[in-house]
């Protein structure tokens, strides 16, 4: 049997939310599917799936295979791209991602949006919950491990697990996230066991590098529709694996948004939106009996500030833990951050962005490992993907996107990161007014202030000091350590 050399383009087809990248896809697979191509489409959520279906051209052949319409989506999926009909079929990144690469030959593989190429899981485990967890695992310098003999019993342990999900009358010592550490183990993710915290718990964390490249490079071509590639987690990662980019035969043209628009940052110039920044109480920065007694946070008297320039009901995008409970019914249209295919509220003009998007100290942790073990800083990529993006994505959801839209376009964004994000993709023409910003006092963003070890770490490292002794005397940890002696040295040689 001949080889088949491995896939290593990506056609991208990138353009502004709203430009028209699906009825261009649409438009051409008639004459694709005539020409015999097989054709995958995997959309990033089930809620796509009609809207897609929808546009589609009356007689064409298609088949659905996601979670609403089998039980057994691997099987359905596997059975189908083995016999490499001559029609569409249509999924989710999940399903298609999931099912061996090699049965991607032969088929044209569509992606709409990118998809996730790096999971960061951390769960805190309790005293009790953490022996249960090291029954079948051992821990090692820092890291969990399966213990020799157990591999078998952490599969029968994870069966089971799944059997009571899915209600055997069953008991199942696994928790939920004790469950998704065994994965990670079985799997061979790497998966690390941080130092107890003040309550007693500690953090077991992994990093779940998606296999999604063995899936491009088993497929005839690929293409990726999407509003942003370069600098993003995706592209860190397509450039690791040796992935180049070619321009897709989908890319639509696009002239750009024809609305005036007008960019208000709610943090001062220079300054970070933070979860920690945001919830602290206005009026004297403190975060713990003042939030117990209802008082107002930062964050209140930031959408207050924006509401009141608003008009319309804006649409208001943020994280779980602003409950904003004073907020009026009716005063804003409540939108899920993760606003892709979202296109109900076209004719607002207002959007108002309070979520959060930096590092956490385990991601962080995460970043180092991979900076680490691939040679390249990761940081910038979390942030284009995890913040920026969406934040892009959000604000495109209002009548921006409409071409035929007179009013004005108000957007009340995070910080200057997100202004310059918008201003330097699609909205070139957008004025950037820090008017808001001076309204709302904010706290200090911990997450960007330097680590106050670093110097008497850099000092142990001029003395020679190997990284377990400095740990033992700072407390700063060993991934971090391999991260701060590279810079480190770095800054001898310049």
């Excluded at 056609?11 to 896809?25: E, F, I, R, W, Y």
């Amino acid at each position: 049997m001949a080889s088949i050399a491995p896939n290593k383009v990506i056609h991208t087809a990138v353009s502004a939310p709203g430009a028209g990248k699906t009825q261009a896809l649409i438009s051409q697979i008639p004459s694709l599917l005539s020409a015999g191509r097989s054709i995958a489409l995997a959309l990033p959520t089930l809620d796509l799936t009609d809207s897609f279906v929808s546009r589609l051209p009356a007689g064409l052949p298609y088949r659905v295979i996601n979670s609403t319409t089998c039980d057994h989506v691997g099987t359905e999926l596997t059975a189908v791209l083995k016999k490499k009909a001559n029609h569409l079929i249509i999924t989710t990144h999940q399903s298609v991602l999931a099912v061996r690469p090699s049965l991607l030959q032969g088929w044209m593989l569509v992606i709409d949006e990118l998809p996730p190429v790096v999971d960061f899981p951390a769960y805190p485990f309790e005293p009790s919950e953490l022996a249960q967890l090291l029954v079948n695992a051992v821990e090692r310098d820092g890291r969990l491990h399966i213990r020799d003999g157990c591999a078998g019993a952490i599969e029968t342990s994870l069966a089971t697990f799944k059997a009571v999900s899915a209600g055997a009358e069953r008991t199942s010592m696994l928790s939920k996230d004790g469950a998704r550490i065994y994965e990670c183990l079985k799997d061979g993710h790497p998966v690390f066991i941080d130092s107890e915290i003040p309550n007693g718990n500690r953090y077991v964390r992994s990093v779940v590098e998606s296999n999604c490249w063995d899936t491009f490079a088993a497929a005839e071509e690929v293409h990726v529709l999407a509003a942003s590639v370069i600098g993003s987690q995706f592209d860190d990662f397509a450039q690791v694996h040796g992935v180049t980019y070619a321009r897709s035969d989908f890319t639509p043209a696009f002239d750009g948004y024809t609305s005036a628009v007008k960019i208000y940052p709610v943090m001062p110039k220079g300054r970070n939106y933070s979860k920690s920044a945001v919830t602290m109480t206005a009026h004297d920065g403190s975060t713990t009996e003042q939030q117990k007694q209802g008082e107002p946070l930062v964050i209140d008297d930031i959408l207050k500030a924006a509401l009141q320039r608003s008009i319309g009901t804006p649409l208001l995008f943020s994280n779980n833990w602003a409950s904003f409970r004073w907020l009026p019914k009716g005063t804003v249209n409540r939108c899920s951050i993760d606003s892709r295919g979202l296109n109900e509220y076209q004719g607002e003009t207002d959007a108002v962005l309070l979520f959060g998007g930096n590092p956490s100290p385990s991601d962080q942790l995460a970043l180092e490992f991979l900076t680490t073990k691939y040679g390249r800083v990761f940081r910038q990529g979390f942030i284009v993907t995890r913040f920026l993006e969406p934040s892009l994505q959000a604000a495109t959801r209002t009548a921006v996107r409409d071409k035929d839209n007179t009013k004005p376009i108000q957007l009340f964004v995070q910080d200057g990161r997100v202004a310059e994000y918008l201003v330097s993709t699609y909205m070139p023409d957008a004025v950037i007014d820090w008017s808001l910003s001076e309204l709302c006092p904010v706290g200090e963003d911990r997450r960007t202030t330097q680590d106050p070890r670093r110097p008497k770490v850099y000092e142990l490292f001029a003395q020679g000091k190997k990284n377990a002794e400095i740990y033992r005397l700072t407390g700063v940890h060993r991934n971090t350590l391999l991260s701060w002696r590279k810079e480190w040295h770095f800054a001898q040689a310049a």
